[in-house]
């Protein structure tokens, strides 16, 4: 997984729309399609099938939260809560339009969702490549924020685990959250 990306559609509108401006919510199985077509304007992610991202929309909308502005998708933090760790959210995917670069949203999403699930995670998980600063950035960013440690190890490696086809991943763990 790459965690954070920003897509580079060239069918969204050309001027910017602000962070502020777009409505974080709880995504329903109307964004699993526009989730679909983010993720793939927007590589490196790793892209899923629609029913991927329908079940994501549904199954896990707990542990999810949508960003739209004007009417569209803009932004999408996908997540879960592994079965073996019932106080720890994994954070599976986050992608941002281009629209919406650099204005915040990605943590604005992560600590909308914490607040959601509040009382309920004691940690944060998510793997990233060692390319990947925006997502670095990111966590690192959230982690000050909550005043708790960050801790980060290879989790999944180029060679063994993924046949030469991809970077490392790097599993990175934030908590405990108070």
Sequence with gaps: MHAITESTETSEPTHSIHAGKARLRKPTPDDGFALNQ???????LDPNSVYCNLLQCTHFSD???AAEAEGELV???SGYIPPNKPTTLFVWQIV???SMRGQGLAKQMLSQLLRNLAGKIRFIETTITPDNQASWNLFHSLA???????ESRVFYTRERHFGGQHDDEHLLQIGPIT
């Design 38 to 44: 983010l993720v793939a304007a927007s590589p490196p």
């Design 63 to 65: 542990t999810a939260i």
């Design 75 to 77: 932004g999408f933090v």
């Design 96 to 98: 941002i339009a281009k």
């Design 144 to 150: 000050r924020d909550l005043d708790t440690p960050l």
